[in-house]
């Protein structure tokens, strides 16, 4: 009976096996920031493989065979696939954009030029402060200004030449054209060195400072004479001017006729060296302001320094020997006159520029500023009393030579816009 059973020929075959499905193969977690969340994750128990054997009937063999036949397919039916849940990060925030090469070439050049118009305002105004504290202590034991501002004008002609020797500053054009049209401007730029130097050596340093603090009335008054206009705010500016300064004078400890005429006389050359450089020098702005001042300080000495023999040369050797006894040691002395000499050039040279990189008015507010320095400098070197009257009248000439440099400033603005509308 076993062995009809399990004869090969038999229909009903009494031996079954009966295969689960292989495993789902194992569940790579990809390469994200978040772990995977794998959902109802089930392992089936069966064995991989059942060996059932039916001695009864084919009939109930074959019943036995559908039967599990059938519970085979169910239960693959019934059986969870695994199904990972994958969360996808959030996309992160785009980085800001990277300024462009451009923009920040850009961003370093303005700073650069910040830094640079910085270190200038500040050489100009150390330089103009030692240059007046030195220049006083000379005057007062040497009082011979001609020879001290022949002298300075010498400094800044050697300086300048050794800057062209030495090609550290292009040679500026030389041309007969060129030095014609300066003898004007060194002409008047003599006048003014010499007066503030006679006013120098006749009153306090703040008392001239003050005084050509009222430069602009004479700008103006000269400019009206030759045609000019001018809005009302500049005219209320230069009669703030007036007043400040008057009432400065008035009240001024060393008052002296002789120092208040020079530091006018000095305004009035200084005006005049302005007004005729921009008639003489129209062709010739290609020439840098230092090469121009370099040129200016030769042509004034070669003025000056004649005129300075005749009105004290014959004076000269006996206010040495008594300048060289009325202080400790002679060095000091020389010491002295080459230090303001040297300053009064360095000065200068960096006024003309800072006057090459910025515009009038910002120059015009800088050179207000620098007169206040130099004004409260001296104060606390010499000890200049004051009066405060006299505060007062410094105050208010200060305050309207600044409110002239705005109200001339929106002058040339408003021209500058007519003359853009009336091309378009």
């Known amino acids: ?16 096996q009966t295969r689960l499905p292989k495993p789902h193969p ?23 493989s059942s060996i059932f054997i039916n001695t009864t009937r084919a009939s109930a063999s074959a019943s036995s065979f559908s039967g599990d036949r059938g519970r085979r397919e169910e239960e693959e039916e019934n059986q969870e696939v695994i199904k990972p849940i994958i969360i996808t990060p959030a996309p992160a925030a785009p980085a800001p954009a990277a300024p ?28 103009n402060v030692v240059f007046n504290i030195y220049n006083k ?6 009082p011979y200004p001609w020879l001290l501002a022949s002298f300075q004008l010498l400094v800044g002609s050697l300086w300048m030449s050794s800057l062209w020797l030495a090609r550290l500053q292009p040679f ?30 006749k009153v306090a340093v703040s008392f001239t400072h003050v005084i050509k603090s009222s430069e602009p009335v004479f700008s103006v008054a000269f400019s009206s004479l030759l045609g000019h206009s001018y809005p009302l705010p500049v005219w209320l500016s230069v009669l703030l001017i007036v007043l400040g300064c008057s009432l400065a004078a008035v009240t001024e400890v060393t008052f002296n006729l002789a120092g208040l005429s020079g530091a006018l006389l000095s305004n009035v050359g200084f005006v005049l060296r302005n007004i005729y450089s921009k008639k ?29 023999v005749l009105v004290e040369g014959a004076h000269w050797a006996r206010g040495l020997r008594q ?96 003359a853009k509308n009336k091309a378009s």
């Open 100 to 127: 462009a090469p451009a923009a920040e070439a850009e961003e370093e050049e303005e700073g650069g030029m910040n830094a640079q118009l910085a270190v200038v305002f500040g050489l100009w105004y150390f330089q």
């Open 280 to 308: 003489s020098l129209q062709s010739f702005r290609h020439v840098d302001g230092l090469n121009l001042y370099g040129w200016i300080s030769v042509l004034s000495f070669l003025y000056l320094f004649p005129v300075a």
């Open 172 to 201: 500026p054009e030389a041309s007969p054209r060129f030095l014609l049209a300066l003898l004007g401007p060194a002409l008047f730029h003599a006048v003014g060195h010499i007066s503030a130097c006679v006013s120098f050596s």
């Open 323 to 418: 300048a060289l006894a009325a202080v400790d040691a002679p060095w000091r002395l020389y010491w002295w006159v080459a230090v303001s000499g040297v300053f009064y050039h360095l000065y200068n040279q960096s006024s003309y520029q800072a006057l090459d990189k910025i515009s009038p008015l910002t120059f015009s507010v800088g050179n207000t500023m620098k007169r206040v320095v130099v004004i409260v400098a001296s104060v606390l070197v010499f000890r200049n009393p004051i009066r405060p009257l006299n505060a007062l009248g410094s105050a208010i000439a200060v305050l309207g030579t600044f409110l002239y440099s705005q109200a001339t400033t929106a002058k040339k603005k408003d021209i500058g816009e007519v």
């Open 1 to 16: 009976m076993f062995s009809s059973l399990l004869s090969p020929s038999s229909p009903f075959p009494s031996i079954v």
């Open 26 to 48: 194992p569940i790579h977690r990809p390469n994200l920031h978040l772990p995977l969340l794998l959902a109802n994750k089930t392992h089936s128990t069966k064995p991989k």
């Open 137 to 142: 202590k000379v005057l007062n034991v040497f």
